[in-house]
């Protein structure tokens, strides 16, 4: 017998994130930037308990909260990093 196992390794967007803080929301947790190259690109954010809910068929096996400084440390993004099957 064969069993299928589906390997989820995938970036979501924090709520921690400056850009969800100070963009207006279009629905609970998406935002629409505007301006910049993605001007009216919807963006969904979530946090820890949403991502479980979301990912709650699948064992998690790995679940990281990443913050990353750039643009000379002027800038930040907040992603969680999950892994599941």
Avoid: W
């Amino acid at each position: 017998m064969i069993s299928a196992a589906l390997h989820i390794e995938n970036a979501f967007q924090s709520k921690r994130s400056p850009s969800y803080v100070k963009e207006e929301e279009v629905e609970p947790g998406t935002i629409t930037k505007k301006d910049g190259p993605e001007t009216r690109i919807p963006h969904h954010f979530v946090d820890r308990n949403e991502l479980f809910e979301m990912l709650s068929g699948y064992r998690i096996l790995e679940l990281n909260h990443v913050e990353r400084e750039y643009d000379e440390l002027k800038s930040k993004s907040c992603h969680f990093i999950a892994i599941a099957l």
